[in-house]
T-cell receptor, first 114, second 114 residues
């Protein structure tokens, strides 16, 4: 595997389900991110992890719970979601402290809440 | 707060022609980075080009180049010799050196006519 991978690619869940999204980066980066992309809205940053520590929580509802066990893996645990949470969830990583600072994205998980 | 504005929601270009996508941003910082990302129908967000604010020279990557006007806070993307594979949504993004948060514009949908 190369770059940033995400699983699953598609997920349909009911409002009472609990599920998790997984992200793995194979780039040796030290920062990881979760974004939400809804139709007709800009990408919304949800969480930032630097060196496994959460450094930003962009007022995200508690039904979204991130977990970063190491610098290569990032999870987003989902429970009691709402239909408006249906969106594309993108994971990204970057090397903070480098000269370039660009973020590399995974292919995303298309989430549908029924 | 930093903002990124992409005022054109859609553009169309003839294959082999040149097209320019506009982006403006607002910031009070002096040390920052600007990016253009491409998101094709596959939804994978791909970095197209990067510009460091401290560099006066405009960045170029093959058929892609930028016109960076720091005083005007403008960062446009020029695509030369457009190809069918260039059809995608293009996002302009900003980050400061000090903060890993990426701020995205709303994006512009580019279509390429054969």
């Amino acid at each position: 595997e190369t770059g940033v991978t995400q699983t699953p690619r598609h997920l349909v869940m009911g409002m009472t389900n609990k599920k998790s999204l997984k992200c793995e980066q194979h780039l040796g980066h030290n920062a990881m991110y979760w974004y939400k992309q809804s139709a007709k809205k800009p990408l919304e940053l949800m969480f930032v992890y630097n060196f496994k520590e959460q450094t930003e929580n962009n007022s995200v509802p508690s039904r979204f719970s991130p977990e970063c066990p190491n610098s290569s893996h990032l999870f987003l645990h989902l429970h009691t979601l709402q239909p408006e949470d249906s969106a594309l969830y993108l994971c990204a990583s970057s090397q903070e402290g480098s000269q370039t600072y660009e973020q590399y994205f995974g292919p995303g998980t298309r989430l549908t809440v029924t | 707060a930093q903002t990124v504005t992409q005022s054109q929601p859609e553009m169309s270009v003839q294959e082999a022609e040149t097209v320019t996508l506009s982006c403006t941003y607002d910031t009070s910082e002096s040390d920052y980075y600007l990016f253009w990302y491409k998101q094709p129908p596959s939804r994978q967000m791909i970095l197209v080009i990067r510009q460091e604010a401290y560099k006066q020279q405009n960045a170029t990557e093959n058929r892609f180049s930028v016109n960076f006007q720091k005083a005007a806070k403008s960062f446009s993307l020029k695509i030369s010799d457009s190809q069918l594979g260039d059809a995608a949504m293009y996002f302009c993004a900003y980050r400061s050196r000090a903060n890993s948060k990426l701020t995205f514009g709303k994006g512009i949908t580019l279509s390429v006519r054969p």
